[in-house]
């Protein structure tokens, strides 16, 4: 199974399991859903760098987030893009400060981790680009990325009771159109006609 886990260094404790399998990604994991949600009409939105992506090896770990950080910390800066971070409850969209067109579109079940960097002015979230391939983006922002890495755990909240509700409606659907096999017999039974050793 495939976590996502919020490493802020001043809430080691705060952890949430808020992605799903790729292979099976209608089936949620369970996460804490005691924190606010957002909804698809009401986006939270974050202006800030964001520094691009590196491929990385494993799907999870705060060592693998922080490694790519200091990667891209220092790469040009002229390859990093200013952008507004729109955070749905499916995808996070990324908003071109220059031109307002979409840079790139990160579905949120496909995000196995995210961590702030060891400077909170940092934030990675590792992203799984295929079958063993893996991806990390990672962000900057003035002071600390921690309200944008808890607006993303909110989105996998939100996502997670979102198919909560759907499931229920699914088994309820279920229970409507399936009346039992026993009842299927008993209207099986009043279909078969006697026999004349039965009359008889």
Known sequence: RIQ?????PNMVNSRENCSTNPSTPDTPLSPDISSPTITEEEP??????YLGYIR???EKGADVIHTAIEKLAKSYQSNWESVTMEIHISTINLIKTSDRTLLAE???RFISFMALGSQEEYLGYIVHGGPRIFYCHVYQSDGSCADMARAIQNACNARYQLLLA??????KNEKVESPGIFSFFKKLKRKVPE?????S
């Open 4 to 8: 996502i886990l919020f490493e802020d």
């Open 44 to 49: 939270k939105r974050f202006d800030t760098l």
């Open 56 to 58: 990385v090896e494993k």
């Open 106 to 108: 990160h579905r949120v």
């Open 166 to 171: 759907k499931q229920e409606q699914i088994k």
């Open 195 to 199: 026999t004349n050793e039965e009359k």
